[in-house]
Nanobody, 122 residues
Framework: QVKLVESEGGLVQAGGSLTLSCAFS????????MGWSRQAPGKEREFVAA????????YYGDSVKGRFTISRDSSKNAVLLQMNSLKPEDTAVYYC???????????????WGQGTQVTVSS
């Protein structure tokens, strides 16, 4: 069974940076595409980013393109989300996702982490 555990989020000022990590366990990491999604208070869940099994292909939601970078580290069975130029509207609970398919939308993922809070102050 896949288990995903996100690192602790945090509070950061607008314009700052933060990197989230997610530890994958339970089965073969390289058989799963990975992603991140988020949900802000009062808003629908939103696709943030996805990375293919090999890490060669990445996809981003429009609201984070050019600011966020997703990557995976097979030596550590982990996926990272580097977030730069953060904005108050990036404030949300961020979820790590995994699926055997490469999913460009948040609602296709089979596996979810518990979520971690990221708060961006203005």
């Amino acid at each position: 069974q896949v288990k995903l555990v996100e690192s602790e989020g945090g509070l950061v000022q607008a314009g700052g940076s933060l990197t989230l990590s997610c530890a994958f366990s339970g089965t073969n990491f390289n058989s799963y595409a990975m992603g991140w999604s988020r949900q802000a208070p009062g808003k629908e869940r939103e696709f943030v980013a996805a990375v293919s099994w090999s890490g060669d292909h990445t996809y981003y939601g429009d609201s984070v393109k050019g600011r966020f970078t997703i990557s995976r580290d097979s030596s550590k069975n982990a996926v990272l989300l580097q977030m730069n130029s953060l904005k108050p509207e990036d404030t949300a609970v961020y979820y790590c996702n995994a699926d055997r398919r490469l999913c460009p939308t948040w609602n296709e993922y089979d596996y979810w982490g518990q979520g971690t809070q990221v708060t961006v102050s203005s």
